[in-house]
C-alpha cells in the first residue's frame, strides 16, 4: 500500500490528530492534497509565517492568522469540518491554553469533525493529547524508487551541460543505490546531485563521499565515530588465522544479494592484552570488507548520555543499521556493560538493547568488539551464538615481532635492511605491538637530539629502558591467557 492511501485511510477514519514527524514538508503537503481527493473537506494549512492558506484549492491567504491561538480559536469556531495542517507548531503545544483547545476539539464527537494534522521535524505530543493522535511515518524510498532518483538528476544534469550523458555503469549505479538505502527522498536526491555535479560522472570514487554525508545526516548527536582511515591487513603484524578467517567470508558479508545459502556474518569479539592491534584489527577488517568504518564508544555511554543510555545506543544501532554494509567497532565494550548494580539497572537495560539488537538484525553490519577485561563482561554477551567467533590477541611472538618491526620502521621510511630483525625481536620479548611502536618512535626523537641517524642499538637501547606491560601487570595478563585456552581461538 503506498504512502497517499494509508494516509487517506486515516483521514477517512476521522483520526483528530495526525502527527507527521519529517522535514520533507513539501512532500507531506503534496501527498495531502493526493489523499484528500473523494473525502470532500477543504485543506488548509498554517504557518506563523504566513498563516492560514488554502491548499486543495488556489484561493491564496485566507485570513493572516499568524498567532498559533487564534488559529485554534479559528478552528473552534468554524462550522465546517475541514483539515487543518499545522507546520512547525511544535513550540506552541507547551502553552496550555492551546493544548486545552487542540482537546476540545478532539473531543468533538459529530460524524464530520474537524481534524489538525501536526507536521514537524519533531514533535513531543503532551500526554493528554496523546489518546487521540495517530502517528504517520512516511515510506523511505525503495531501490527503484532510487535508481528513478538518479535517473532524474541524470537527466537534469544533461539537460544543463548541451545534452552530455552522465558517465557510469551499472555496478558502480547499484552500489550508489545501496548506498543511498535509509535516506528520506530529498537527503538522497541531494547526495545524488552532489555526487553528479562535480564532474558529470557517477564513479566508484564517489562512494565514499556519499557514505560520509550519510553518515552525515543521520548521525546527529550519537555516539557513533565515522572512521574515515581505514587500515590494509599488510599493516597489521601476524594474526594469519583471522586474516584467513575474514578472506573466506569476505564474498558472502559484501554480496549481501548473492545465492550462496549462507548466513552473513555477525562479527567477532577480540579479546586480549591492551595494545596488541585490538584496535589495528578492527579498522583492517572494514578495510578488507571495503565498507565503511563506524566506531561506538561504549566508554562515554553514561558520561555523555546520563539518564538516556538506552534511547541513544538505539539511535546509535539504528544508524549502523542504516548504513550498512559496514564494520560497526564496539571499542573496550565491557566499559559499557560493567557499571554494576548501583547505576539503576542502566547497564542490564543497556546490554538488553544490544543483545536484541544483534539478535534480529538482518543487515550487513559486521561487529568486531574489542575487551581487555574478560571478568567484566557479562556472561549473556560472550555465550555461543552472540559472536561468529571469540578470538584471543597474545602478546606477537618472535616471527611476529619482525613483522611490527618491519611494519613500523617502513612506515617511518627507515631502510628495514639497515637493522638487525632477529636481535631486535630477541630484545623485545613480551612486548605488545603498541611497545615495540612507541620503543622506534623514542630512538627516532634520540636520533633527531643527537643528530645521528637511528638503528638497532639505538631501538635496543629504547627496549632496555622500557618495562612492558607483561612485567607490570604479568598475574592479570597470565589469569586472561588461561581463561582464554579452550575458550577462544588464537589470531595466529
Known amino acids: 500500500m503506498s504512502d497517499v492511501k494509508d494516509l487517506q485511510l486515516l483521514l477517512k477514519a476521522n483520526t483528530p490528530i495526525i502527527v507527521i514527524e519529517s522535514s520533507e514538508e513539501t512532500r507531506v503537503i503534496d501527498m495531502l492534497q493526493r489523499s484528500v481527493v473523494g ?69 468533538e464527537q459529530k460524524a464530520d469533525i474537524h481534524q489538525l494534522i501536526l507536521v514537524s521535524h519533531d514533535i513531543d505530543i503532551p500526554d493528554e493529547l496523546h489518546p487521540f493522535c495517530a502517528y504517520f511515518e512516511l515510506r523511505l524510498p525503495n531501490q527503484q524508487q532510487l535508481m528513478d532518483i538518479i535517473k532524474e538528476e541524470a537527466g537534469q544534469w544533461s539537460q544543463h551541460n548541451q545534452k552530455q550523458k552522465v558517465q557510469t555503469d551499472n555496478k558502480t549505479l547499484k552500489a550508489l543505490v545501496s548506498n543511498l538505502n535509509g535516506l528520506s527522498f530529498n537527503d538522497a536526491r541531494r547526495l545524488v546531485k552532489k555526487a553528479i555535479v562535480d564532474d558529470g560522472a557517477i564513479s566508484v570514487s564517489d562512494m565514499p563521499k556519499v557514505m560520509k554525508a550519510k553518515y552525515e545526516l543521520l548521525n546527529q548527536d550519537s555516539l557513533l565515530a565515522y572512521e574515515f582511515e581505514t587500515e590494509d591487513f599488510a599493516n597489521v603484524g601476524g594474526m594469519q588465522n583471522l586474516k584467513q578467517w575474514l578472506k573466506v567470508r569476505k564474498t558472502v558479508f559484501v554480496d549481501t544479494h548473492g545465492d550462496h545459502g549462507l548466513p552473513a556474518p555477525k562479527g567477532i569479539l577480540l579479546l586480549g592484552v591492551q595494545g596488541c592491534g585490538k584496535s589495528l584489527v578492527s579498522r583492517a577488517v572494514a578495510g578488507i570488507f571495503s565498507v565503511p568504518l563506524l566506531r561506538l564508544d561504549f566508554g562515554s555511554l553514561y558520561n555523555k548520555f546520563f539518564g538516556e543510555s538506552e534511547k541513544n545506543l538505539n539511535q546509535a544501532l539504528a544508524t549502523a543499521t542504516v548504513m550498512a554494509p559496514c564494520v560497526l567497532w564496539i571499542d573496550e565494550i565491557e566499559k559499557g556493560l560493567s557499571v554494576g548494580d548501583n547505576d539503576g539497572g542502566t547497564s542490564r537495560r543497556v546490554l538488553a538493547s544490544l543483545l536484541t539488537w544483534m539478535s534480529e538484525n538482518k543487515n550487513a553490519v559486521f561487529i568486531v568488539a574489542t575487551a581487555n577485561d574478560i571478568e567484566k563482561l557479562p556472561p549473556e554477551l560472550i555465550r555461543k551464538g552472540r559472536f561468529d567467533e571469540i578470538f584471543f590477541v597474545d602478546l606477537p611472538d618472535a616471527n ?93
Open 400 to 492: 611476529e615481532r619482525k613483522d611490527i618491526f618491519r611494519i613500523h620502521l617502513k612506515k617511518r621510511n627507515l631502510k628495514v635492511k639497515n637493522f638487525d630483525m632477529t636481535a631486535l625481536s630477541e630484545a623485545s620479548e613480551g612486548f605488545s605491538g603498541s611497545e615495540i611502536e612507541q620503543a622506534i618512535v623514542s630512538a627516532l626523537y634520540m636520533a633527531h637530539a643527537t643528530a645521528q641517524a637511528p638503528d638497532t642499538q639505538s631501538v635496543m637501547n629504547e627496549l632496555r629502558a622500557t618495562r612492558p606491560l607483561s612485567v607490570v601487570m604479568s598475574e592479570k595478563i597470565n589469569y586472561l591467557r588461561d581463561w582464554a585456552k579452550g575458550r577462544t581461538v588464537s589470531v595466529q
Open 39 to 107: 473525502i470532500n473537506k477543504p485543506l488548509y494549512s498554517w504557518t506563523i509565517t504566513r498563516g492560514l492558506q488554502r491548499q486543495d484549492i488556489d484561493m491564496g491567504h485566507v485570513d493572516e492568522l499568524l498567532d498559533a491561538t487564534d488559529v485554534l480559536k479559528h478552528i473552534v469556531s468554524d462550522p465546517l469540518a475541514c483539515l487543518y495542517v499545522l507546520l512547525d507548531f511544535h513550540p506552541y503545544l507547551s502553552e496550555p491554553v492551546n493544548v486545552r483547545l487542540i482537546k476540545e476539539l478532539a473531543l
